[in-house]
Structures are given as C-alpha cells and as structure tokens.
C-alpha cells in the first residue's frame, strides 16, 4: 500500500525540522531493510552547494526516527564530484 499524504508530510518534517527551510527535493517511503517498515530517504541535491545528499532515516516500531540515520553523497558511493545535485530524483 503506497503510503499517505500524511505520512509523507511527517517525513518532510522530520527532515527539514519545524520553520526550517525547505532543502529536501525528493522524499521517498521504501521498504529498504525488507523488514515490513518503510524507511525515509530524503534527498537535498542543493547541499554543500549542488554536490547534493541523500539520507536514510531508519523506521522502528513507533515510527521514523533520526537516530542511527545515514547521509550518502555521489563521492560516497563512487560517483562524480562537484555539483552532481546528487539525490534530484529518487526511483525506487
């Protein structure tokens, strides 16, 4: 079942924190661990200035949460680097 507006607006908090401003350009609830629970990826592709970011936020039994999360970057995970805007599109 594809996940509600609502929870993608939780995600969206979660990620960006109240009154923030908005840096996520794509957000995605995924089944990453195969364990039932939807992860958070989030993606900020404008981070440090267009290299770009992509986070993963665990899922537990009460919900989303930041501890344990991980942030990845194209150079991370052998990509190009400079402003890649790693993280624009999420597919999965």
Do not use: C, Q, W
Not at 8 to 30: C, E, I, N, Q
Not at 49 to 64: D, M, N, Y
């Amino acid at each position: 079942m594809p996940p509600s507006r609502t929870a993608v607006g939780r995600a969206r908090s979660l990620y960006d924190g109240p009154g923030a401003r908005p840096r996520g350009s794509a957000v995605r609830l995924t089944d990453v661990h195969g364990d039932g629970r939807a992860e958070l990826t989030a993606s900020a592709r404008n981070e440090d200035g267009g290299v770009g970011a992509v986070r993963l936020f665990r899922s537990t039994a009460s919900g989303i949460t930041a501890d344990g999360s991980r942030t990845f970057t194209g150079t991370t995970l052998g990509g190009p680097s400079g402003k890649a805007h790693f993280g624009d599109i999420l597919d999965g």
